[in-house]
């Protein structure tokens, strides 16, 4: 099980371009060195956070009024119930914060119980942290020093996730573009909440089967893994990476999804016991 998932410099690119500097990090970032107090803080009202999601969430123009109502309650109770730490000097605000909690909200909107108890803290940064130093290439046998900007870690167990603001934001008012970072960190802790991050999510009968089966013909097949249309050649990175790449892609991109990976689509759909590639009102892009 890899400690600490990262994805990286996805934001600017479409869902099918290549992503050159993928790397995972490992367990000894040091960021909770960084760590400081969010000052004190009082939740927006909810027509705020109505009003932020109107302006900054794309996947909310389609979500139906007993999902949008789901979403303004989910929204609120993330605010409140979460620890929100700034670091590199940015100075948090309502919109990043409800933006943020939007989209984290959205892949639970119809779960019956919470999955993100194991979610304590949410870390803010301005941009992606780099990084850099030698490491192994994309070829076996091969190095590498190339910097590398990463935009959101998601932590084992209780530990925090990380999210960088731009990425966010781009994101979030793009999910025609296929790329969600605050989408994909939450996916990662629904996946880690029985105790793995092994892109198997918490399902149980017939549904991990189903799951199971799924992963094995989309995850494990070599042909066409660099020229997929809809998944990004990072979803092949581990299975841990391609839950979390595909759920982005189900959230932003159902049509595209549900048309060439109709199988996936139908196991997340599952999961996730929502339908967006039917929902009459397509996302704007
Ligand atoms: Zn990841």
Redesign the pocket.
Known sequence: MRGV???VNVSSVSAAAPEPRSR?LDDTVPFIMQWRRTPSWSPPHTARIDAIISANVGIAARLDRALRERLLEHTAALLQSKRWEPVAGIELTDEMLVTIAANAAIPILSFDTWPYRQVRSIIVRPSASLSSGTRAGPVAGTYTDEVIGTI?L?SPHSGPIVISWDAALADSRRPALGSNVVI??FA?KIDMSDGYADGVPPLRGAALDRWQRVLRDEFHRTEGRDSDHVLRP?AW?SP??FF??ATEAFFCIPVRLAAAKPHLYDALAELYRQDPARDSVPARP
Do not use: R, T
Request: no cysteine; hydrophobic share 40%.
């Open positions: 998932l990262s994805v995972p959101g998601a994909h960190e990662h990072y990175e841990a990476e979390a790449v």
